[in-house]
Nanobody, 124 residues
Framework: QVQLVESGGGLVQAGGSLRLSCAASERTFSSYAMGWFRQAPGKEREFVAAINWSGSNTAYADSVKGRFTISRDNAKNTVFLQMNSLKREDTAVYYC?????????????????WGQGTQVTVSS
């Protein structure tokens, strides 16, 4: 059982930046692909970004491409989401997710483990 704990959320003005972290309990963290998803009130959970086991391949939703960067530090069992140029529409609860295997996926149903989420609120 992999436990994931997100941190780094908060309130930020539009145009600002936040860096989310997700710490994993699994010692074989490097064997997991990781993803970030978000869910705004009244909306379905949506894909934000994903990264493969080594960090050599990443993917982004069109809505965040060029503004968000996903990365990972396998030595620290942690995945990050650097969010720049934040917009009001980025307001949501952000979740990290893990899937055993080397390849990342964009669909939430393909991830096996989830964190509890961290709130990101962008004000105008």
């Amino acid at each position: 059982q992999v436990q994931l704990v997100e941190s780094g959320g908060g309130l930020v003005q539009a145009g600002g930046s936040l860096r989310l972290s997700c710490a994993a309990s699994e010692r074989t963290f490097s064997s997991y692909a990781m993803g970030w998803f978000r869910q705004a009130p009244g909306k379905e959970r949506e894909f934000v970004a994903a990264i493969n086991w080594s960090g050599s391949n990443t993917a982004y939703a069109d809505s965040v491409k060029g503004r968000f960067t996903i990365s990972r530090d396998n030595a620290k069992n942690t995945v990050f989401l650097q969010m720049n140029s934040l917009k009001r529409e980025d307001t949501a609860v952000y979740y990290c997710a893990a899937r055993q295997g080397v390849t990342y996926y964009r669909l939430a149903k393909q991830y096996d483990y989830w964190g509890q989420g961290t709130q990101v609120t962008v004000s105008s």
